[in-house]
């Protein structure tokens, strides 16, 4: 009787990565000979419940398995025990080196002789993967530990200044080493805006028409001079002069000007352009960016659409530089260099990967319009056209300015013409309105004009902008505070804990991140401070290009923070409490009064016979303006990250809703209440909240009211 001989299963290869997209998308590139597994972050990390840094023995980091991921880890130990040869190819970041790291330790505990190796790619395209696993190397120690530097440092910082918010301000609060730089930052900013008084000046514009054709021009010189015009009286002796006054074409110049293309993005570029051209959030910006990363299924395959996402560098490969200048050549042969396009990377920069570009510049936009759902395609046409255009030739612009004199006044226009398209040929959501260009009549020295109108307008000095996401990320960047990878996070932090709010895209600190800023800056200037935060991220940098060691770093900064912290916890009052106020309304479940309190997500109303009551409610705001409602608005926010709004506390009987917080004022034509709005034109103002009522006027304090158009 014959023998059952026993099948054994054949060994793969097994790749590791970081989430199941990618994995999905690189399994399909290598065949049956490898299995392809997502370790879905990180699997060993500090508990979150201590310090859990061994303070005594040089700042040893004490590392669990992260509370639920077990099972996977068994998981990955077993596929690792049947596997030929294990390829950890988490991202190729410090965060991703310890992933790999960690991992790594825990398959060699269950496995000792399974070959273990580290790969990286800039892009999840076949050849990448294919070049990845052919050349596979060791895990970079240095990088884990200028990751693990960063890591116990940030855990010093927020599991010391965590306990002295709890104790000395309100539990549940928390800071952290780079949030609370930011925070400070938003804070200092916002007392600038508040702190700016505007003044008001007056313009000119005067509206000429040459034969048929009308245009406008502004008042640049009056008796010689750049006019200064203070209020309506200066600007409309000026018009009572110009009365009757014949207008003359009195000079003309040309200029021409090459326009060139900018580099590929960074991450921080990425984030600001998609930011004032998309209105993405920094968060949100990521997550797409990750998607086509990852890979998107582009008819029957996926396909990762760009390169990695998190980079500070505008270099490009010599194989991704040849490939754009053939489409190019192929495409708009007129507007291909002789030679590359190559640009300079920033001093500050680490330059571990290339920047932000198609993987495939054959994937035009409009080819994937199919493929893609709308965020998706609106982020990625941005990524292509930036990189497609930076190697392509300058355009070129020629400017006519106008002269236009009318007695003592001199008024200016110009009119700006593109004469050879470049770069601008490949552009369509990139370009400007600047760009696009606008058209005045062909006029010649000597021509008379007619003048149709001399307009006033009024005007009020703006005063500094308040932070956006863009123009954060781009100080952060600046400043050296962060790196491409924690951008999006610190500005999602700020808003997660209630430090920072976001009003018409503006970060605006709310009263509860103002009082952390300030106890932190008063006692601890020196650690929330953006030069000692920057030069912490260079001695990180210093660390991974083993020309630092990392537990002395640590040692140098924690003696003294450790002493401070001391300090203020035994010296500082506490100020809980400081902020309560009483009220005027009563508790109707007891009788007591309601007294005003600061909370996570801002001021509440509570009884002040707590804890035996625990009554709370919103602060109302203002009284419904539905005839015979009777009930207040008070701000709502819907669940989850749901936008703030404004609704009536008779809801669902009564479902009035504002999206603008009401103001403490009334409309004198209506009587209902009056809302601060913004719009780039008229900067902020008060209107109505009525539909049906256009009363608006200013909300500049010490300008008399006046309507706006």
């Known amino acids: 009787m014959a023998k059952k001989t026993a099948t054994k299963t054949k060994k793969t290869n097994l790749i590791i990565v970081e989430s199941p997209a990618k994995a999905k998308t690189i399994e399909k590139y290598l065949g049956s000979g490898y299995t392809v597994k997502a370790s879905m972050g990180h699997l060993i990390d500090l508990p979150k419940s201590r310090i859990a840094i061994d303070i005594e023995h040089g700042f040893q980091p004490e590392y669990i398995t992260v509370r639920g991921r077990a099972k996977l880890l068994k998981e990955l130990q077993q596929d690792a025990k049947n596997a030929k040869h294990v390829f950890l190819a988490s991202d190729n970041d410090r965060e991703g080196e310890a992933i790999a790291y960690h991992l790594c330790n825990a398959i060699r505990e269950k496995c000792e002789d399974v070959p273990i190796n580290r790969i990286v790619f800039n892009e999840i395209t076949p050849q990448a993967i294919k070049t990845a696993v052919q050349n596979p190397m060791d895990i970079d120690e240095a990088k884990v530990n ?75 010189l009056y008796k010689g001079e750049k006019p200064t015009l203070k209020n309506e009286r200066e600007v409309q002796a000026i018009i009572d002069v110009l009365h009757g006054k014949e207008a003359t074409v009195t000079d003309i110049k040309s200029t021409q000007k090459t326009i060139h293309p900018k580099p590929p993005f960074t991450t921080s570029t990425m984030q600001q352009t998609a930011a004032n051209r998309l209105g993405f959030t920094s968060r949100k910006t990521m997550q797409i960016a990750q998607q086509l990363y990852e890979g998107i299924a582009v008819g029957s395959s996926r396909v990762g659409l760009i390169t990695y996402m998190r980079t500070d560098s505008v270099r490009i490969s010599d194989v991704a530089l040849a490939e754009v200048r053939n489409w190019i050549g192929e495409q708009y042969p007129a507007f291909l260099p002789e030679k590359p396009n190559f640009y300079s990377v920033g001093a500050k920069a680490q330059d571990a990967h290339e920047g932000i570009r198609p993987t495939y510049c054959t994937y035009t936009p409009d080819y994937l319009k199919d493929y893609l759902n709308r965020d998706q395609l609106r982020l990625y046409t941005l990524i292509w056209e930036r990189f497609v255009a930076s190697q392509m030739t300058g355009a070129k612009t020629e400017t006519l300015s106008y002269e236009i004199s009318a007695g003592d006044a001199v008024f200016r226009t110009a009119s700006t013409k593109v004469t050879d398209k470049g770069f601008y040929a490949v552009l369509n959501l990139l370009l400007s309105k600047e760009e696009k260009g606008k058209a005045l009549p062909a006029l010649k020295t000597g021509d008379t004009l007619t003048v149709d109108s001399l307009t006033p307008e009024q005007h009020f000095t703006q005063g500094p902008a308040r932070y956006t996401d863009a123009s954060i990320v781009k100080m952060l960047e600046q400043k050296g505070i962060g790196r491409p990878s924690t951008y999006a996070p610190i500005i999602s932090v700020l808003l997660d804990r209630y430090y920072v709010n976001r009003s018409n895209k503006q970060l605006v600190p709310t009263q509860l991140g103002r009082i952390i800023n300030d106890l932190l800056v008063a006692n601890f200037k020196d650690v929330i401070d953006v030069n000692f935060t920057a030069g912490m991220e260079q001695k990180l940098d210093e660390i991974e290009e083993h020309n630092a060691d990392w537990s002395k770093i640590i040692g140098s900064f924690y003696t003294p923070f450790i002493a401070q912290v001391d300090s203020v916890m035994a010296h500082l009052g506490s100020l809980k409490g400081s902020l309560d ?48 409602c009777g009930g207040d608005i008070v701000s709502r926010r819907a669940k989850g990250r749901g936008k703030e709004f404004f609704g009536c506390t008779n809801f669902p009987k009564c479902n009035f809703i504002s999206h603008f917080k009401p103001i403490n004022a009334l409309c004198p034509k209506c009587g209902w209440f009056m809302v601060e709005k913004y719009d780039k034109k008229n900067g902020s103002y008060k209107a109505c909240v009525n539909p049906d009522c256009d009363y608006l006027h200013s909300v500049v304090e010490g300008i008399e009211d006046r309507d706006i158009d």
């Open 581 to 628: 106020e009483p009220t005027n309304f009563t508790c109707e479940k007891c009788g007591k009064r309601m007294m005003k309190k600061l909370g996570r997500f801002g001021f509440f109303l509570a009884c002040e016979g707590f804890p035996e009551c625990r009554n709370t409610k919103s602060i109302p705001l203002a009284k419904c303006p539905r005839p015979g």
């Open 146 to 220: 200028a990751q693990k530097a960063r890591r116990v440092l940030d855990r010093l910082v927020g599991y010391n200044l965590s306990p002295l918010l709890w104790q000395k301000v309100k539990n549940g609060l928390s800071a952290g080493r780079v949030q609370s730089v930011a925070l400070r930052l938003i804070c200092e900013r916002e007392a600038e805006v508040e702190n700016f008084i505007p003044e008001e000046f007056w313009t000119l514009e005067g509206a000429f028409k040459k034969g048929k054709t009308a245009f406008d021009a502004q008042l640049a």
